[in-house]
T-cell receptor, first 107, second 118 residues
Framework: DAKTTQPPSMDCAEGRAANLPCNHS???????VYWYRQIHSQGPQYIIH???NNETNEMASLIITEDRKSSTLILPHATLRDTAVYYC????????FGQGTILTVHP | DAGVIQSPRHEVTEMGQEVTLRCKPI?????LFWYRQTMMRGLELLIY????????DSGMPEDRFSAKMPNASFSTLKIQPSEPRDSAVYFC????????????????FGEGSRLTVL
């Protein structure tokens, strides 16, 4: 699996959009980009995934650059409950979690 | 659906004792994963099964660790003998058709088993 690079931590004000970046410059053509999050002491939770096109679901949007070397997860209206560790993973086989980004949403 | 069920939620044991962690995947899911999480190493994949067969056990730390999946609805992770460095949260996850072309890659995680080895 290709390696990913994420900032260790980010802050966001409640109600604002949270934009979490991820670099995956060594991604290969058949590897998907996945985002998971882990709220304190719980198991990781799937958010969204994509291959080439931008994706949106009820939780978030995923923007993948045209060269696929980076992506951004967007939480359009962050709430306090979105405070968590966010993992960006590229996968063609097993899911390998990195260190992730600690997102803190503050009032 | 009840989700992935793990037991016990918490286990405290002494060094040298045998530890058995249990997992019941979501009904209908045919892939099962065991992960370990520590502050130092983060989330590590230990082993995963597809259709009850171990596919990749390269993450299993050493011979003290063993995992079985005797049927589609049950898996165990055993540590014998346990050591203090095995203290961690162990997560089980399941997925449907993980290796299939239509698989979304979505894993459903249990709430974890927190193991403390004294």
């Amino acid at each position: 699996d290709a390696k990913t690079t994420q900032p260790p931590s980010m802050d966001c004000a409640e109600g604002r959009a949270a934009n979490l970046p991820c670099n995956h410059s060594t991604i290969s053509g058949n590897e998907y980009v996945y985002w998971y999050r882990q709220i304190h002491s719980q198991g990781p939770q799937y958010i969204i995934h994509g291959l080439k096109n931008n994706e949106t679901n009820e939780m978030a949007s995923l923007i993948i650059t045209e060269d696929r070397k980076s992506s951004t997860l967007i939480l359009p209206h962050a709430t306090l409950r979105d405070t968590a560790v966010y993992y960006c993973i590229v996968r063609y086989g097993k899911l390998t979690f990195g260190q992730g980004t600690i997102l803190t949403v503050h009032p | 659906d009840a989700g992935v069920i793990q037991s016990p939620r918490h286990e405290v044991t002494e060094m040298g004792q045998e530890v058995t962690l249990r997992c019941k995947p979501i009904s209908g899911h045919n892939s099962l994963f065991w992960y370990r999480q520590t502050m130092m190493r983060g989330l590590e994949l230990l082993i995963y099964f597809n259709n009850n067969v171990p596919i990749d056990d390269s993450g299993m730390p050493e011979d003290r660790f063993s995992a079985k999946m005797p049927n589609a609805s049950f898996s165990t992770l055993k540590i014998q003998p346990s050591e203090p460095r095995d203290s961690a949260v162990y997560f089980c996850a399941s997925s449907s058709d993980f290796t299939g072309m239509k698989n979304t890659g979505e894993l459903f995680f249990g709430e974890g088993s927190r193991l403390t080895v004294l």
